[in-house]
């Protein structure tokens, strides 16, 4: 069973607003990763990290930023809600090393309104 | 370049088998194979590794070839559980390795 943790799982905002939304994983994974996907779609990679202050923006270009100042710990952070940014969003992590799976957290559905 | 899956839907009865395609445009470093329920996050079903390593589900087979830059899931008598959307996920190598770029889906509908 994988440790690794969203919140909020739910959130609906109004436009204008500043979110974080969270993720941590108590399995010491050194690479951790924030995937956007709207329902029935496909999973978008928006931002990826392969340690403590490296971070680096994925294939879908995502106006929201991401930090990683602790092993376990990954938010991502959107300055400005706008209804375009409503979606699902997922974390995953995994161990160092090139044959390891991605543990997904269970997602936080974001409606801004 | 996002991956090419096939088909875009499958439904089986219960007992029946299943084959999913994956197909991408940039030579493969690996591949893996998630299973997402309606609601859920994914979760991992196998990884394949370019030189012929597996890691995976007991019940849930795969193929992987390099030089065709391919990778097809086999799943055998399908059961109810087995219902969901598969992904597959190539991976690069080199500086890229772990990033994942996964493709547009496969819904697999399994019935009594």
């Known amino acids: 069973e994988a440790d690794i943790y969203q919140t909020p799982r739910y959130l609906v905002i109004g436009t204008g607003k500043k979110i974080t939304l969270e993720c941590s994983q108590t399995m010491g994974h050194d690479k951790m990763y924030w995937y956007q996907q709207d329902p029935g779609m496909e999973l978008h990679l928006i931002h990826y990290?392969?340690?403590?202050?490296?971070?680096e923006k994925g294939d879908l270009s995502s106006e929201s930023t991401v930090s990683r100042i602790r092993t376990e710990h990954f938010p991502l952070t959107l300055e400005s809600a706008r209804p375009s940014h409503t979606s699902q969003y997922l974390c995953?992590?995994?161990?160092?090393?090139?044959?390891?799976?991605?543990?997904f957290g269970p997602g936080t559905r974001l409606t801004v309104t | 370049q996002q991956p090419v899956q096939s088909p875009q839907a499958v439904i089986l009865r219960e007992g029946e088998d299943a084959v999913i395609n994956c197909s991408s445009s940039?030579?493969?470093?690996?591949v893996h194979w998630y299973r997402q329920k309606h609601g859920e996050a994914p979760v991992f079903l196998m990884i394949?590794?370019?030189?012929?390593e597996q890691k995976g589900h007991e019940k849930i087979s795969a193929s992987f070839n390099e030089k065709k830059q391919q990778s097809s899931l086999y799943l055998t008598a399908s059961q109810l559980s087995y219902s969901g959307t598969y992904f597959c996920g190539p991976g690069a190598g080199g500086t890229s390795y772990g990033k994942l770029t996964f493709g547009q889906g496969t819904i697999l509908t399994v019935h009594p």
């Open positions: 995953a992590s995994t161990p160092r090393g090139m044959s390891y799976e991605q543990y």
């Open positions: 394949l590794l370019k030189g012929g």
């Open positions: 940039k030579a493969l470093y690996s």
């Open positions: 990290s392969y340690g403590v202050n490296s971070t």
